[in-house]
């Protein structure tokens, strides 16, 4: 699920860091707590305050923007939490075909889940679904699977944590750092809907 590369998108990692700052000047989410970017946290940019514990509400769908390299939280049609996350080596475009390394898009299901996954824990997304089994199938091809939303590698090395914050490294997942995922595997339920746009 991992292939590492050399091409770093810095300009993704500074236009998170500038939204940041405009959502903190805003007042929307302005607690700095909420504002990490440290090695192996999340960056967790809520779209309104932070809710108590016992008032968060029900996920109902998980959206993410692959252009933005965003993962938000719906409830009710509204965002109540937005990670930054790293996508597939190739993410322009919908995967095809397996070693493709593009990270779907369309309508899928979060339908089961990996505690024991070796990149900390992982969510899967029911990707292929009908209609790509038959695209592939009739281009001779494998559509591929195990399209995970994930946390970083168990097996880390020395030296890359800073890449897996600025780099599309995965062969297709979205991945996460292990304190976003954690909340993302506490928040949501199997079962629930996850729309993936351009």
């Not at 810095?10 to 700052?21: C, E, K, R, V, Y």
């Not at 505690?115 to 199938?137: C, G």
């Not at 020395?158 to 928040?187: F, P």
Request: charged share 20%; proline share 8%.
């Amino acid at each position: 699920m991992i292939r590492m590369t050399k091409r770093l998108t810095l300009a993704t990692g500074f236009s998170l860091i500038f939204s940041t700052f405009l959502h903190a000047d805003s007042g929307v989410g302005a607690d700095p707590q909420e504002f990490r970017l440290a090695l192996n946290q999340s960056f967790s940019v809520p779209v309104t305050k932070p809710l108590p514990v016992s008032e968060i509400p029900v996920v109902d769908m998980v959206l993410v923007k692959k252009r933005d390299r965003t993962l938000s939280l719906i409830s009710n049609g509204v965002p109540f939490r937005v990670y930054n996350i790293a996508l597939g080596d190739d993410p322009i475009g919908h995967k095809q075909f397996e070693g493709d390394e593009r990270t779907p898009e369309g309508a899928y299901t979060l339908d089961w889940r990996n505690p024991n996954s070796h990149y900390y824990k992982s969510i899967h997304v029911s990707y292929p679904n009908p209609d790509d089994i038959a695209y592939a199938e009739s281009r001779g091809k494998d559509p591929g699977g195990m399209i995970m939303i994930h946390g970083w590698p168990n097996a880390m090395k020395a030296g890359m944590s800073k890449k897996l914050l600025n780099e599309d490294w995965t062969d297709g997942c979205i991945a996460l750092t292990n304190t976003a995922m954690d909340e993302v595997w506490r928040l949501v339920s199997d079962g629930t809907p996850i729309v993936i746009k351009p």
